[in-house]
Structure formats: C-alpha cells, structure tokens
C-alpha cells in the first residue's frame, strides 16, 4: 500500500474547491439579479409559462386515460357469458413485464378455424366489458372470433397507460394470437375505435405485422393528440406548442401514410367528440392500395355500431377483401351483393 495522504493537503484542496465554488456562485447570483432587476416581468412570464406546460405535460394522462369511468370499472369487468357468448378469460405478458388481461370470444368448435378473428381495441373510458354489446353484434353478423384486449391499467389488467405502454399492449395481442392453433392466421381483422384506432393503426403500420394482417377497421378516431387538444380546450395559443410538448401523441396522421393492409375508416358524421373531418383526413393520407370510407350519418362518437347497415358495411368489406386478397381491383362498399357462397352473404342489416 501507498503512504497516506497528508490531511493538511486534501483540507487545502477542499477550502480551495469551496472558495471557487462560492466565487462563482456569487456571479451568477449578481447575473440573475441583473436579469430580475432589467428584465423581471418576462422573466416571471417565462417562468409562469414553463411551469404551466410542466403541469399540463403532467396531467395529460389523466385528460386522455379514463380508466376509472364509469366508477368500479377497474374492479367489476362484466364477463361475456352474461350475453351469451362462448369465452376464455387470458392474461398476457407484454415485453416489458406487465400482464394485460383479454377475453378470447369464439365461435362454435366446428366454425372457428374457419372464421375470421377481430382484435377489438376500446377507447379510453370504461373496460372490456362495456363492450360486449357490440361484440354480440360482431359475433353473430361477422361470424368472428373476438380478442378483446383491455390496455394497461384497465379493467383487471396491471400497470399504468402509457402511449408507448399501449402499443406495447397491442403488440403482445398480436403475437398472442399468433401462437393459438384454434383459429385462422390468414384472416386477423385489427379493429379499433376512437383511442383503439389510433393503437390499432399504429400495429398495422408496424412492418413486422403487415403480412398478419388481413385488414383494419377504424371507427371514430382522430388524427392526432395535439389536433384533439386544439378541439377540445380551443386555446389559440396551442397551434404554437411544438409536438414535443404533448406527452401523449398518437400521431396517426402520420402513420397512415405507413399502411399497407386494406383499411375500413366508420365515420359517424354526427360524431361531437372527434370531428369526422379527421376520419375524412386520415382516409385521404391512407396508401393502402384498397381503402374506404363509410359515412354514417346519425352515427354519433359511441353509438355509431347501433345504427342499421353497420354490420353489413363491415361484412361487404371483408368479403371484399377475402375475394381480392391478391388481386389490385377496386370495389364499392355501398354495393349490396356478396358472394352467395360467402359467410356472410346473409348479414343482418341492423
């Protein structure tokens, strides 16, 4: 071993630290001094200003996740056999840890490798259970198999949501269904509505996914987080704030320039929260080589799968896409003829 250090010499190092520490402490203090004493006003309005955007950065995630309405959501989830409906309830494990939880609807043993499978994405109140009106409509006019998903922090599910953390979500759904030999492969419908759709066109944009992927359908969603705020709060001053200043982005008019999978777009046209223009917008941006756009006029943001004709506008367009699967040729979605061999040739108009 060395020899010590003699402790004269580190006290002189550190009073020698000290004395350059506080001289140049006692600098900056007379600069920001200086500062206040010319500038104090728009000083104070910068820091008002930045610590606004702080808090509003903060509480974003309460604004857009709505995880706990209507209340008990996140303790009482009504279970599918309450409408009749075959399931499992499934608990899966996303990459980085968390167990998300889904019911796997099904149809009967004989039809359900033969049938279509829809991974349902929900919007952003509620859980899964809320939903399953709407998949009895799913099921009985589709003749689907149903995937559920109910996000992070939702319902039964662990975790906090998170922009990021939900796409993580879907992705897991994915490979979840991936690895069941119950079901058809070929034929993966990626639904999602309002929040839902800008996560499920966030996973069909995703390369690795494009060919698992019979297509997507998006009902009442929008383009983009900060496009929504500048809706909602109709603060003038929000069309100056950069992207970086969202926490939560979701920036689905982007990435439907990325999609390559044939794509559905259901626009209620009397839909108050999302304006349908942004249905209108992200249809135009789509590059899928076959893409529509259904609008439905009485159609409202939660209400839209009510109305009459809305199952058979999807059942028209799945057939559509079962029978052009790998052929580049338009089709018309009004178009009340289908296939007379098809599943779903004799879709209830409801």
Known sequence: MGDFVPFSKVATVLFTMIL???????????????????????????????????????????LVYNSELPTHSRVYVPIPSSFNLPYESVMIKTSDGIQIHAYFIYQPKDKRKNSPTVMFFHGNAGNVGHRLQNCVGLYHNLYCNILLVEYRGYGLSEGIPSEEGLYLDAKASMDYLLTRNDINHLEIIVFGR??????????????????????LIVENTFTSIPDMAK?????????????????????????????RVPTLFVSGMADTLVPPRMMQELHNRCKSIRKQLVQVPA??????????????????????????????????????????????????TI
């Open 20 to 62: 350059r520490v506080w001289a140049y402490s006692g600098l900056v203090l007379v600069f920001c001094f200086l500062v206040y004493y010319l500038y104090g006003s728009v000083l104070a309005m910068i820091l008002l200003l930045f610590a606004l955007t702080g808090i509003l950065y903060q509480v974003q995630d309460n």
């Open 299 to 348: 159609g409202t943001h939660n209400e839209t799968w009510q109305l009459q004709g809305y199952y058979r506008s999807m059942a028209v367009f799945l057939q559509s896409c079962r029978l052009n699967n790998c052929a580049n040729v338009s089709f018309d979605i009004t178009n009340e003829k289908t296939d007379s061999g098809s599943m779903w040739s004799d879709v209830q």
């Open 194 to 215: 309002s929040l839902g759709g800008a996560v499920a066109i966030d996973l069909a944009a995703r390369e690795e996914y494009v060919g698992k992927i019979f297509c």
């Open 231 to 259: 809706v909602l709060l109709g603060w003038r001053m929000l069309q100056y704030f950069p992207v970086f200043f969202y926490k939560n982005k979701y920036l689905s008019y982007q990435k439907v320039k990325d999609l």
